[in-house]
């Protein structure tokens, strides 16, 4: 699997599992009802299955990885639908993560 693809994997799955979240979230916080919480628990289920599309065989590794994806991308998330905006500290802690996701995904191995 190249890594242009698998870093593909990972963007589809955060947008699923946070995505997810988001819309439970706003049916039970905010109030919106069923409709946004099953919704809610699809793109939860749909986040799973995409996870095992990775290469890697190691589900350790891929959640481990994933992660530091979830991190940067909720504040992402956060940023474009609810008008978050980070400070220096959130920005340089989800740039370590995104770093870490590096080196456990693509550091070349000794297999």
Not at 13 to 38: C, D, N, P, S, Y
Request: some cysteine; glycine content about 14%.
């Amino acid at each position: 699997m190249t890594v242009l693809r698998s870093i593909a994997l990972f963007a589809a799955a955060a947008v699923f599992e946070i995505g997810g979240a988001w819309l439970i979230w706003q049916g039970v916080r905010e109030h919106k009802g069923w409709v946004w919480i099953g919704a809610g628990v699809v793109a939860l289920g749909i986040y799973g299955f995409v996870a095992t599309l990775q290469a890697d065989a190691n589900f350790g590794r891929i959640l481990a990885a994933y992660g530091g994806v979830f991190v940067a991308g909720s504040l992402a998330w956060a940023m474009a639908l609810d008008g978050y905006r980070p400070d220096r500290a959130d920005v340089i802690g989800a740039l370590i993560c995104l770093a870490g996701v590096a080196v456990i995904m693509y550091a070349p191995r000794g297999h």
